[in-house]
């Protein structure tokens, strides 16, 4: 029990994470940003960014590393609700979750969809859909229990 509280907490850690990344260093136009200034009060991101305007943050952190956290948050929910288990049934959803990051980035870069393209945002969304996967492939397939 322990193991899957541990695992939600992860998940929920690196939603969240992403989210305050957004929420402190974003400009006010990202619509995230408007919701939490219609939800919390008027110049409620203007605030969460002057706490940080001090810091020298590298871009990737603010414009790459968001994406690539919901990333490795959805994989890890995929082989969560899978119980973390690489078989015929949990590959299609993994695959799936993993285009669809893919291509949502790839459909900035054509203007077909908001946003800016980043060759950044594609490796460290593979990055982090890699990170889960190897490690329930070491577990899965070196850790077998006799």
Same mark, same amino acid.
């Given at each position: 029990?322990?193991?899957?509280?541990? +695992? =939600?907490?992860?998940? #929920? *850690?690196?939603?969240?994470?992403? *989210?305050?990344?957004?929420?402190?260093?974003?400009?006010? *136009?990202?619509?995230?940003?408007?919701?939490? &200034?219609?939800?919390?009060? &008027?110049? !409620?991101?203007?605030?969460?960014?002057?706490?940080?305007?001090?810091?020298?943050?590298?871009?990737?952190?603010?414009?790459?590393?968001? &994406?690539?956290?919901?990333?490795?948050?959805?994989?890890?929910?995929?082989? !969560?609700?899978?119980? !973390?288990?690489?078989? +015929?049934?949990?590959?299609?959803?993994?695959?799936?979750? #993993?285009?669809?990051?893919?291509?949502?980035?790839?459909?900035?870069?054509?203007?077909?969809?908001g946003?800016?393209?980043d060759?950044? &945002?594609?490796?460290?969304?593979?990055?982090?859909? #890699?990170?889960? =996967?190897? !490690?329930?492939?070491?577990?899965?397939? *070196?850790?077998?229990t006799?």
């Amino acid at each position: 029990m322990k193991y899957r509280i541990g +695992v =939600l907490f992860f998940i #929920i *850690t690196c939603l969240l994470s992403g *989210t305050l990344i957004y929420a402190f260093a974003r400009p006010g *136009t990202i619509y995230l940003n408007q919701w939490l &200034d219609q939800i919390v009060g &008027d110049n !409620f991101q203007q605030n969460l960014s002057a706490m940080i305007s001090g810091f020298e943050i590298p871009g990737w952190i603010i414009y790459s590393l968001p &994406d690539a956290l919901w990333m490795m948050a959805l994989i890890t929910l995929i082989l !969560f609700i899978w119980d !973390f288990k690489l078989n +015929v049934r949990s590959i299609p959803w993994i695959v799936s979750a #993993i285009l669809t990051g893919l291509t949502l980035e790839i459909f900035q870069g054509f203007h077909l969809i908001g946003g800016t393209f980043d060759i950044s &945002d594609l490796i460290l969304i593979v990055i982090a859909a #890699i990170c889960p =996967l190897s !490690f329930t492939f070491i577990k899965q397939f *070196t850790c077998k229990t006799m």
